[in-house]
């Protein structure tokens, strides 16, 4: 099993920044990639980043090419989304996700909700 709790998310203006966090416990060993989707009202769970344990792979949406950022400290377990020049449009509830190799199976967080006003 591995537990996933973010953190980090809240309401900012259009332009502004927000760093989100996920701390992953449990069955760390099993887990090959964590990333970071989101969920806007009335639309389908979306990819925004994801990248490996090990570093060497990583892979952003289209929409937030150049303006986010996933990095990882292995010390920590944790996994970090830092979002610059935030607009409205990424307003949504943000998930961090882990992938184990030994279950294969996908883990989610509870969610953190990001707001950006106009």
């Known amino acids: 099993q591995v537990q996933l709790v973010e953190s980090g998310g809240g309401l900012v203006q259009a332009g502004g920044s927000l760093r989100l966090s996920c701390a992953a416990s449990?069955?760390?060993?099993?887990?090959?990639?964590m990333g970071w989707y989101r969920q806007a009202p009335g639309r389908q769970r979306e990819l925004v980043a994801v990248?490996?344990?090990?570093?060497?792979?990583?892979n952003y949406a289209d929409s937030v090419k150049g303006r986010f950022t996933i990095s990882r400290d292995n010390a920590k377990n944790t996994v970090y989304l830092q979002m610059n020049s935030l607009k409205p449009e990424d307003t949504a509830v943000y998930y961090c996700?882990?992938?184990?190799?030994?279950?294969?199976?996908?883990?989610w967080g509870k969610g953190t909700l990001v707001t950006v006003s106009e």
């Open positions: 996700n882990a992938f184990s190799v030994v279950a294969r199976m996908d883990y």
């Open positions: 449990g069955s760390i060993f099993s887990i090959y990639s």
């Open positions: 990248l490996t344990t090990s570093g060497v792979s990583t």
